[in-house]
């Protein structure tokens, strides 16, 4: 008997008199959590505990209470996971915007850089173009071509009396001459295109010859002799021979003073049709034709009675 009732005593672990121990639900924080809600009901349908309040089924309540406060937990974190994954994907959005509105600046200084370049570099190009045309246009005006009055030969010098085309009564002059000179171009690296205004041969003022020089293309640092023909044909003097002296037959006694005047136009080209320098020679000469001595009716000398102006 003293065997049993130590077994007995032994296998009750509270005594009958001990009071109960309460027992305590913890529901979880999250509201939202069916999980939650149905961890709350598994634990309310439990069944009522033996009398003596076992503890190895009160452990069994914790147990089960941690765990759902551990999954409770788990859907809390997974929801702020859910949101921190959100967040990220709107930093990256932003991220992505600010990077395209970064390319698109950099692509746009790019191009206003490049725009700037191709600008600056045509204007450079022009005004360093322009200072050569310039350097050229100078220097091609150092190499000025020259003029040297030969001679005129007279083959007639005759007046007579006459009528012009309006009725009136007067003296009438015919001339014919050939006018020799030469034109020398002296510039090294280009050619000139030459032309002239027509020769005048004048008496008292009086225009009583004319002459045209055919156009002509001069190379680079060479020359060329040039002939005219300057002539006139019954020519009013309206009183002009009165100081000449005339033999019977119209032949002219004494010196005539004559006046030889023309202009002749050269230009070059150096570069194209960009550096075209141009020279003007305005020549003016004074015959002394005397006809009373026979070996100047030939020809007359012009290379010391001739002024050039440029």
Known sequence: MSTQGKTDS??????ASSPRRPLYFVQSPSGDSHDGEKTSMSLHSTPALSPMGSPPHSNSSLGRHSSSTRFSGAGKTSTHGGHHRKGEKSWKEFDKIEEEGLLEYEGARRRHSRRCYIISFVIGFFLLFSLFSLILLCVSKTHKPTITMESIRFQQFAIQAGIDSSGVATDMVSVNTIVKFKFRNTATFFGLHVTSTPLHLSFSKLNVATG???KFYQPRNSHKSIKVVVRGTNIPLYGGGGSLGINPNGTV???VPLTLSFTVRSRGNVLGRLVR????????CAVAMDFGNPKKKVSVP???SCTCRR
């Open 10 to 15: 032994d296998d009750t672990s509270f005594p």
């Open 212 to 214: 045209v020089m055919q």
């Open 253 to 255: 006694t004494g010196a």
């Open 277 to 284: 320098p141009k020279f003007y020679m305005r020549m003016n």
């Open 302 to 304: 012009l290379k010391d």
